[in-house]
T-cell receptor, first 110, second 114 residues
Framework: DAKTTQPPSMDCAEGRAANLPCNHS???????VYWYRQIHSQGPQYIIH???NNETNEMASLIITEDRKSSTLILPHATLRDTAVYYC???????????FGAGTRLTVKP | SAVISQKPSRDICQRGTSLTIQCQVD?????MFWYRQQPGQSLTLIAT?????????ESGFVIDKFPISRPNLTFSTLTVSNMSPEDSSIYLC???????????FGSGTQLSVL
């Protein structure tokens, strides 16, 4: 079973920041937080991951709380092409599988 | 990043037949996995494809129904056997690069069973 909780859906205005929350209250010390997204009819796409520190790349920022029980994915300037289902996943390491929850369906509106 | 190619991209099959889906990665990977995504649902892990040995299946999935092969570090197949309409789903291959912690996905196989 998935170890994360996400809101089922969110809307965001085009050009504004999209902040997607995720709760992972039972996360273990050696588990990473991963974010993926799935645009309709495509395979999931890696966005970002982190362990304890906040992370930023060309796609997004990941903010992890100090107790690591929750995190937020930030898309700084959402575009219509960011409309997708976003999955937050916890995973031990490189040699483990990923268990997907229901995700958050983000709709970016003009 | 690894590039994963899946074939076929889609198929329409008759009840009772079998379909083999191929997954080819453009570089050596450590782990390969097969997922199923039923219409409107999230991804469910079917099994881990182990190189040179039998796959490790998740609860609810059995080898007789979903035989998996992984003859080398870059290739795997999933067969959906004795298909029924309930097997209509997207089947996704994924792999973990030994270089980083990322899991990459193929574009999936859209299977419809009549």
């Amino acid at each position: 079973d998935a170890k994360t909780t996400q809101p089922p859906s969110m809307d965001c205005a085009e050009g504004r920041a999209a902040n997607l929350p995720c709760n992972h209250s039972t996360i273990s010390g050696n588990e990473y937080v991963y974010w993926y997204r799935q645009i309709h009819s495509q395979g999931p796409q890696y966005i970002i991951h982190g362990l304890k520190n906040n992370e930023t790349n060309e796609m997004a920022s990941l903010i992890i709380t100090e107790d690591r029980k929750s995190s937020t994915l930030i898309l700084p300037h959402a575009t219509l092409r960011d409309t997708a289902v976003y999955y937050c996943i916890v995973r031990v390491d490189n040699n483990n599988d990923m268990r997907f929850g229901a995700g958050t369906r983000l709709t970016v509106k003009p | 990043s690894a590039v994963i190619s899946q074939k076929p991209s889609r198929d329409i099959c008759q009840r009772g037949t079998s379909l083999t889906i191929q997954c080819q990665v453009d570089s050596q990977v450590t782990m390969m996995f097969w997922y199923r995504q039923q219409p409107g649902q999230s991804l469910t892990l079917i099994a881990t494809a182990n190189q040179g040995s039998e796959a490790t299946y998740e609860s609810g999935f059995v080898i007789d129904k979903f035989p998996i092969s992984r003859p080398n570090l870059t290739f795997s197949t999933l067969t959906v056997s004795n298909m029924s309409p309930e097997d209509s789903s997207i089947y996704l291959c994924s792999a973990t690069s030994p270089v980083n912690e990322k899991l990459f996905f193929g574009s999936g196989t859209q299977l419809s069973v009549l």
